[in-house]
């Protein structure tokens, strides 16, 4: 039978239980049976002795011979213990669970395999529910091996597909095949790595004779899924390159210019020219921009946008700047609007509040072109705003906004405007490669001349007036602090309790200090207005959610207490810590937590104390976390990857990215006919996920 048969025709597999594979396991064709991969091997490559047991091992398998049985009645328990020995010593099973059964299964003198974790008590090894089997040559063959193991829901344990059982399902699929498994990479790519074929890699990684044909097994689907995934992002590249036209901004004209001698408010770093160059050359070319510009928190990524923006201008487009909240779209527009002022330029703002006439006000001056810039939140890509000419869209912090979002961006305009996106949310290069394999990326590595680093450290709850010494201490310096409290989804009130116990704790504490308050639920307006405050020192400490983490710019500000700080994921803590450092003087980071800590949340503080690079801490998260839930992952529905694991292999990663970009530079179009089999299995992997190509 054929690798696109449905399920059901599967010798065993009648409707109840096609219907179970498909619901619980998205299991419809043979094909994606034979791609249901173990989650892990259980090595039972060898019988150990008694002799050789030991608390410290894992799961062993041994032959014995059972002596007695006998049930051991303590009180209302039961439990029923067989004494086995083999040449080197003897042992102890037991079963509190199916005791019935199982005293009429085991039989005194018979020798079986026993399988289990063994454990000593009083002297005495024991396994507990060891899996049995009465030993023979047939037994002994197929007990020796590395075991698979399946993921099995309880609807599938309930139809008989445990691990056990989607075991035998594919040992019955192999049997059944009538025709060989088709090889999905051409052939002289397995030559050159000396890779399984296909068929073999299916069957070795579901029943490997070794760790060794294990491993190349697993190379060979790692490198195969990793591979396509590249070489669809490449191809997509190139036509995007190829085919969507640009608008050209031919010329660096008075605005650029004038901004650049005459009003600029300090001196670039050599990083933020790199990267103003790379947008110039870029939008020069007639081709289409679509660029992610990564730089750490304060790099200053706002004046390479605005100097893109002007060079829109200069060339009779349009620009826009797209931020994810209002706070920031406001900033955003009083920075901007304050370094253009004195070259008498407008700069309009839209967001949610923005009231019906100021909107309509908008609407027409941006419709007619007489308004050149544009600040927002995603009010911007409402169908009601009409560009006379959108040259550029920037939008900062992009991983705020969904895919679908930033898509509509393109429709402003009769062919897409040039876009740049913006993130302060380092991404390791090897997630940057698989998911945004389409943008090219620009990195500003460098921060601004005379920032001193933000010294983090780590203190229990325990500590805590020392905390507060050390803050009224600053504050009488003239410094403002920040106290962030975690956001709790799961529960709004308790949210706000938290933030409001901790308002009237430090109230308490610090009766001489005004003090500001930020959260979600509040309206833009009064957020805004606290903010000010804040801004205009009027008040000392503000005491916030997250809503302040993205973007917000206080220079005076120069302590960040994170209350909790085990709630938060690694980026975001250095996202918060980013507020701070932005001016003068020293910065502090104060993460506190409860003195009980997982691992990962010792991993997470200590990496913190120990370093403020960006990239270093997206690498430990992605260690930490793994690539499904690193910030900006979440939404790219890309990372369909059933074996790869982008955190651990990076390197195939690098090598699959290598061969798939050489191929494509012999043969753009994949026409020769040894890379057929290529067009094939990347049609294959794309059906249903085409929608993806085209955005971000
Ligand atoms: P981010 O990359 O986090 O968006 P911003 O663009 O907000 O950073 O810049 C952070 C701060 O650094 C701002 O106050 C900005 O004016 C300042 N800044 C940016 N570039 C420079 C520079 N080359 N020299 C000095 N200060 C700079
Ligand atoms: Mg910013």
């Known amino acids: ?49 008694i002799r050789e047991l030991s608390e410290d091992l894992p799961y062993v398998q041994l032959r014995v011979r059972v002596k007695e049985v006998e049930m051991v009645e303590k ?41 289990g974790k063994v454990t000593s008590f009083k002297g005495v090894y024991n396994m507990a529910h060891p899996e049995l089997e009465p030993l023979s040559e047939k037994s002994v063959h197929n007990a020796l091996g590395l075991h698979p193991m399946y993921n099995s829901t309880e609807k599938m344990k309930s139809a008989f597909l445990d691990s056990k059982g989607m075991g035998q399902l594919i040992g019955l699929l192999f049997q059944n095949l009538s025709e060989p498994i088709p090889e999905t990479l051409p052939s002289y790519v397995t030559q050159i790595m000396k890779m399984l074929s296909k068929a073999d890699s299916l069957r070795a990684i579901h029943k490997p004779r070794s760790t060794e044909e294990l491993a190349k097994a697993e190379f060979r689907l790692k490198f195969e899924e990793l591979f396509y995934v590249r070489l669809r992002l490449l191809m997509q590249n190139r036509v995007r ?27 670039l770093t050599n990083a933020q020219k790199r990267v103003i160059k790379e947008v110039r050359f870029d939008t020069s070319t007639g081709k289409h921009m679509n660029r992610l510009i990564q730089g750490d928190v304060g790099s200053g990524k706002t004046i390479v946008a605005l100097m893109a923006m002007l060079l829109a201008a200069d060339n009779g487009f349009q620009a826009c700047l797209m931020a994810p ?33 100021e909107r309509k006000r908008l609407h027409e001056a941006l419709q007619n072109g007489s308004l050149r810039f544009l600040v927002g939140t995603h009010a911007i890509i409402e169908p009601a705003v009409k560009f006379a000419n959108l040259g550029l869209a920037v939008i900062d912090e992009q991983h705020r906004f969904g895919v679908a979002q930033r898509a509509r961006i393109y429709t402003k305009n009769l062919q897409p405007p040039h876009i740049l996106v913006m993130t302060a949310t380092p991404i390791p290069r090897t997630l940057a490669m698989t998911l945004y394999g389409e943008l090219d990326v620009s990195v500003i590595d460098e921060l601004p001349p005379g920032r001193k680093p933000v010294i983090t450290r780590h203190m229990y709850d325990n500590r805590r007036l020392e905390m507060f010494g050390f803050l009224r201490q600053e504050i009488e310096k003239g410094r403002q602090a920040y106290i962030v409290y975690p956001l709790i989804e799961e529960s709004e009130k308790l949210d706000l309790k938290h933030l409001e116990d901790g308002y009237e704790s430090i109230k308490r504490q610090f009766p001489e200090y005004k003090l500001s308050i930020v959260h979600g639920r509040m309206t833009a307006s009064a957020k805004e207005f606290e903010m000010q405050q804040f801004l205009q020192k009027k008040t000392q400490i503000m005491i916030a959610t997250t809503v302040i983490e993205v973007g917000v710019n206080v220079p005076n500000a120069s302590i960040m207490v994170i209350e909790n700080a085990e709630r938060f994921g ?73 074996l790869a694991d982008l955190a651990k292999d990076q390197k195939i990663l690098g090598l699959a990215n290598d061969i798939a970009e050489k191929i494509l530079e012999k043969d753009p179009a994949l026409n020769a006919s040894e890379n057929q089999v290529l067009k094939v299995e990347l049609h294959r992997r794309s059906t249903g996920r085409t929608m993806w190509s085209k955005i971000s």
């Open 1 to 49: 039978m054929k690798l696109d048969t449905p399920i059901a025709y599967l010798k065993g597999v009648g409707p109840r239980k096609a219907d179970v594979l498909k619901t619980e396991a998205g299991i419809h064709t043979f094909a994606d049976l034979l791609e249901y991969y173990p989650y892990r091997h259980v090595d039972r490559t060898r019988f150990y002795t």
């Open 75 to 115: 009180g209302r328990m039961k439990r029923l213990v067989a004494r086995v020995v083999d040449p080197t010593g003897q042992m102890e099973l037991v079963w509190f669970q199916g005791i019935k059964w199982m005293k009429d299964v085991i039989r005194p003198g018979a020798d079986y395999i026993v399988f």
């Open 241 to 267: 390159k190829n085919t969507w036209k640009g608008y050209p901004f031919a010329q660096v004209g008075e605005l650029f210019n004038t901004f650049y001698n005459h009003h600029l408010p300090f001196q």
């Open 325 to 357: 909240t209002e706070i920031l779209a406001q900033q955003h527009h009083r920075g901007l609007q304050e370094l253009l002022e004195p070259m008498g330029i407008e700069i309009g703002l839209l967001t949610g509040s923005t009231k019906q006439s």
């Open 570 to 642: 690694l980026s975001q803590l250095h996202q918060l810590r980013g507020r701070v450092g932005r001016g003068a003087d020293q910065s502090f980071c104060i993460l506190m937590t409860d003195y009980k800590l997982s691992e990962e949340g010792r991993t997470r503080m200590q990496t913190m104390v120990r370093t403020n690079d960006g990239f270093e801490i997206a690498e430990v998260d992605l260690q930490l976390r793994g690539p499904g839930d690193t910030e900006g992952t979440r939404q790219s529905g890309m990372l369909d990857l059933k």
